[in-house]
């Protein structure tokens, strides 16, 4: 069965330090999302991704993200100086479409601490 | 923004007793999604109910969406140890964005 992958799992950074995060969304897929959860928390939406463009984000979102298609398989998300409040797991999904019926399908996660 | 209120917070249960846990909106959503989140994981998709009233099962679960489409209950039938994790409701209106609760951990005791 056609599943999301993440890389790094685990990731370790320095504070101030830019990381990049991978997703590889399944195939036939066209929306691309980002959430993440701080450790105890409720996954938390980050942004959507359409056709090249994001569609939406929520507040957390801030000019310190940004959000890239690379190439025709991977999604990435890109925190350019982080902080410590940072440290989460961070999901990415991925959809068909946006119709009744076509659900996000969630990665395993990369978990970031942010020293 | 929207807020999804998931009751129990925690749940400690025998082997082989019905669980059921709920969520409550201010507002409507249009689809209730239920998850289910071991260690480590990403949440994995459990039941997506999609017309209020609805009643939708899966094995061992159960979920209904609730008429007034600011609810959502998830039972689970003879609890079995695997059945342990984070379990989080979560709601979708636009199809873009999911509101998540913040989850029922269920333990259960063999």
């Known amino acids: 069965e056609p599943e999301v992958t993440q890389t790094p799992s685990h990731q370790v950074t320095q504070m101030g330090q830019e990381v990049i995060l991978r997703c590889v969304p399944i195939?036939?897929?066209?929306?691309f999302y980002w959430y993440r959860q701080i450790l105890g928390q409720k996954v938390e939406f980050l942004v959507s991704?359409?056709?090249?463009?994001?569609?939406?984000k929520s507040e957390i979102f801030d000019d310190q993200f940004s959000v890239e298609r690379p190439d025709g398989s991977n999604f990435t998300l890109k925190i350019r100086s982080t902080k410590l409040e940072d440290s989460a797991m961070y999901f990415c999904?991925?959809?068909?479409?946006?119709?009744?019926?076509?659900?996000?399908?969630f990665g395993p996660g990369t978990r970031l601490l942010v020293l | 923004g929207q807020q999804l209120n998931q009751s129990p917070q925690s749940m400690f249960i025998q082997e082989g007793e019905d669980v059921s846990m709920n969520c409550t909106s201010s507002?409507?959503?249009?689809?209730w999604l239920w998850y289910k989140q071991e260690p480590g994981e990403g949440p994995v998709l459990l039941i997506a109910?999609?017309?209020?009233?609805e009643l939708t099962s899966n094995g061992r679960l159960t979920a209904q969406f609730g008429i007034t489409r600011k609810d959502s209950f998830l039972n689970i039938s003879a609890s079995i140890p695997s059945d342990v994790g984070i379990y989080f409701c979560?709601?979708?209106?636009?199809?873009?964005?999911?509101?998540f609760g913040g989850g029922t951990r269920l333990m259960v005791k063999p």
């Open positions: 999904a991925s959809s068909k479409g946006q119709r009744r019926g076509e659900t996000q399908y």
């Open positions: 195939s036939n897929h066209l929306y």
């Open positions: 991704f359409y056709n090249n463009e994001i569609s939406e």
């Open positions: 507002s409507i959503f249009n689809t």
């Open positions: 109910l999609y017309k209020a009233g």
């Open positions: 979560a709601g979708d209106n636009a199809g873009n964005m999911l509101t």
